[in-house]
Every structure is written in structure tokens, then in C-alpha cells.
């Protein structure tokens, strides 16, 4: 159990379009999703928390109006990147939380490259 | 959260126990221990986690020491597909603060 499925597992986009991830808790409920991103060779860095309907929070320095989030559904988050710029190219990585739940469940990722 | 301090990289035999050192010296008394891997190019994958006891399971175990200053994963058989970034992470039991922090892990590579 606790599966953590993300659609697409990579996409190319050309500069200046959007691009939708999903994230679906496929066999839980998960009150809370994360967003991380990933750069080549370094760690993951939280993007936002978001809760099932309410407004996500994001960390400092991460701009919520480039990265839309929605939660809502207790098995769906997506994140929207708006008007993509090469600088977005990144691993985006999602995990869920179950209700009141310790254990974080990671998505397997999806590589965006924006060309 | 604490901090955590991992040695940057790390060589196993395959076959051998994986030995992978964590220093948390600022814990807390109310923060776990969680160790994830990442294998390349996929998301993390939850190892285990303790408080203050010894804990395993069926894929390692995790030795905390007495004073929970320091901690250690061990891989009892490595095997090639143990190779990947192993990240200690500390973090507190309130459930309204569950982010997880990641730092810059250990680079485990299984020699053959």
C-alpha cells in the first residue's frame, strides 16, 4: 500500500507555456501533498505544503504565482508551472501524507526540460 | 529540525554490510531519526525511522547511540541495487510540522 503515482513521468515544453503535473495517492487518502524540486546533482528542496482545500503554503524564495498549486481532492495535487522558462528545468518530486499519518510517501517524479 | 551531517560519499563491497554514519547533535528529545534513499532519477524511498531505540527491519537496521547524538543505517548484504543518495533527515513527532528536510545525503556506491 501507500502508492504515490505522477503523471507525466517527463515532459518537454517549449519556453513561455504551462505545463500541469498531477500527483494522485493511489490506494490512500492524503490530507497533505509536498512539492519538491530537484536540480542535476543536488538535494530536494520543498517547494509548498498544500492541504486538501485549502491554499497551499510555500517555502521563501518560491514564487506561488509561477507555481500554481491545487489540492483538490484527498488523491489529487497538481502543480502548474506558468509561462516555463529553461530555469524551470528541474526533477519535480511529490509526496502524500496520510490523515494524521507520520509517514511520507514519495511520487517517482517528473523531469521537466524546457526548451 | 536538527541538522544532520552525512560523510559526502561512501564505498560498500557487494555482499559486505553498508555501515552509513549520521552526526545529529542538536536533536531534541521529541525528534525521530528517518533515513529515505533516492535511487537515480527517482523519487525517495522510506528506509526506517527510530526515536532512541535500535529499530530494523527488512531492509536495515538503524543504530541510534545512547546520547542520540549520532546515529547509524546499516545494510546488512549490499547489493548493487543498494547504490543511491542515502539522506538521514531529523524530525519532530508534532504532527503539524511534517516537512521533511533534506540535506546533501550520502552517495552510496556497491562495488562488485
Known amino acids: 500500500g501507500a502508492v504515490v503515482s505522477q503523471h507525466p513521468s517527463w515532459v518537454i515544453c517549449k519556453s513561455g507555456t504551462s505545463v500541469k503535473i498531477e500527483c494522485r495517492s493511489l490506494?490512500?487518502?492524503?490530507?497533505?501533498m509536498f512539492w519538491y524540486r530537484q536540480f542535476p546533482k543536488q538535494s530536494l528542496m520543498l517547494m509548498a505544503t498544500s492541504n486538501e482545500g485549502s491554499k497551499a503554503t510555500y517555502e521563501q524564495g518560491v514564487e506561488k504565482d509561477k507555481f500554481l498549486i491545487n489540492h483538490a481532492s484527498l488523491t489529487l495535487s497538481t502543480l502548474t508551472v506558468t509561462s516555463a522558462h529553461p530555469e524551470d528545468s528541474s526533477f519535480y518530486i511529490c509526496s502524500a501524507r496520510r490523515d494524521r499519518g507520520r509517514m511520507q510517501y514519495f511520487g517517482p517524479g517528473t523531469r521537466l526540460t524546457v526548451t | 529540525d536538527a541538522k544532520t551531517t552525512q560523510p559526502p560519499s561512501m564505498d560498500c563491497a557487494e555482499g559486505r554490510a553498508a555501515n552509513l554514519p549520521c552526526n545529529h547533535s542538536?536533536?531534541?528529545?521529541?525528534?525521530?531519526v528517518y533515513w529515505y534513499r533516492q535511487i537515480h532519477s527517482q523519487g525517495p524511498q522510506y528506509i526506517i525511522h527510530g526515536l532512541k531505540n535500535n529499530e530494523t527491519n527488512e531492509m536495515a537496521s538503524l543504530i541510534i547511540t545512547e546520547d542520540r547524538k549520532s546515529s547509524t543505517l546499516i545494510l546488512p548484504h549490499a547489493t548493487l541495487r543498494d547504490t543511491a543518495v542515502y539522506y538521514c533527515i531529523v524530525r519532530g513527532k508534532n504532527f503539524g510540522n511534517e516537512k521533511l528536510t533534506f540535506g546533501t545525503g550520502t552517495r552510496l556506491t556497491i562495488i562488485p
Open positions: 490506494d490512500f487518502q492524503a490530507t497533505t
Open positions: 542538536t536533536i531534541s528529545g521529541n525528534e525521530y
